[in-house]
């Protein structure tokens, strides 16, 4: 007997699900979405399926906690993509990026000399043409991505690593951050050097895409992972939140910045 193709959940029976969990009829769902009952109607039978854009709309009109989201991928059979394992994919499609670092200023928005000092630490047999390559290549992401995307950034980091360095290095790495904040696309947070950090022990990113997905990830020995289990996303958020309320607000952290010069 042949075999039945594997088909892929329904997304219009999960949106009618949550629909129906939280309590809404179509009119209310209507009203909180600001889609057209018809719309939605067809969505719940099948007959169209949203964008992923509005299918956020829908789980946040429902309190779905992403669930609605997730369903939507399964359905559609829209997981990561292959330019999303990119970082500098990533980066070139993103309206906003959210970067956390407890040991360094993010490598995205590091100044020419810094970016030295760091490949140097990290490859101290290397020579110094291949230490020039690397700082070149990274320090020139941020200038790219400034007339290309122009992401709106947000780089959370600690106080402590960057006013202990040489006073060269450290002139060099926070004039470049004041440059870039004046332009009015960067915003930092400081963590004081008192606040211990003990949620997080490697950098991590989110990637905010036009079509409203965040996508998250993180460096580790084999390089920047995309977060892909269920959660990861919702974790990194959180934990991007939690430390912003552990920094220096922006005002205070431009004025700490500048008063190390």
């Known amino acids: 007997m042949a075999e039945h193709p594997l088909e892929l959940p329904s997304f219009g029976a999960a949106l009618r699900a949550e629909r129906r969990n939280a309590g809404f009829t179509l009119r209310r769902l209507a009203s ?27 789980d946040e009109a429902l309190g779905a906690n992403r669930r609605l989201v ?14 999303m394992r990119s970082p500098g994919a990533r980066e070139e499609r993103a309206v906003a990026i959210d970067t956390v670092s407890v040991n360094l200023v993010p490598g995205l928005i590091q100044s020419p000399m810094y970016a030295r000092a ?5 490859h101290p047999r290397a020579d110094d043409s291949e230490i020039e390559r690397l700082a070149q290549l990274r320090v020139s992401r941020y ?6 995307n122009d992401p709106l ?5 600690p106080l402590g690593p960057l006013r202990h360095l040489p006073q060269d290095l450290k002139e060099d790495q926070v ?9 009015g696309r960067l915003i930092a947070y400081l963590i004081p050097e008192t606040t211990p950090i003990l949620a997080v022990s490697s950098s ?41 309320g552990l920094a220096s607000p922006r005002g205070e952290s431009v004025s700490l910045l500048e008063g190390t010069l």
């Open 32 to 58: 909180a979405s600001h889609f057209a009952v018809s719309t939605l109607s067809r969505w719940e039978n099948d007959k169209t399926t949203p964008v992923r854009a509005d299918v956020v709309k829908l």
């Open 70 to 83: 997730s369903e939507w991928e399964s359905a559609t059979g829209t997981g990561f993509p292959p330019w």
């Open 118 to 122: 760091v490949f140097r630490a990290f």
């Open 143 to 148: 200038e790219s991505l400034t007339s290309r």
């Open 153 to 157: 950034v947000t780089a959370v980091f």
């Open 175 to 183: 004039k470049h951050l004041l440059r870039h904040l004046e332009r």
């Open 204 to 244: 991590a990113q989110l990637y905010h895409l036009p079509d409203g997905m965040t996508v998250a990830s993180s460096d580790h020995v084999r390089g920047n992972v995309v977060l892909e289990k269920p959660g990861d996303t919702e974790a990194i958020e959180c934990l991007v939140r939690d430390l912003i």
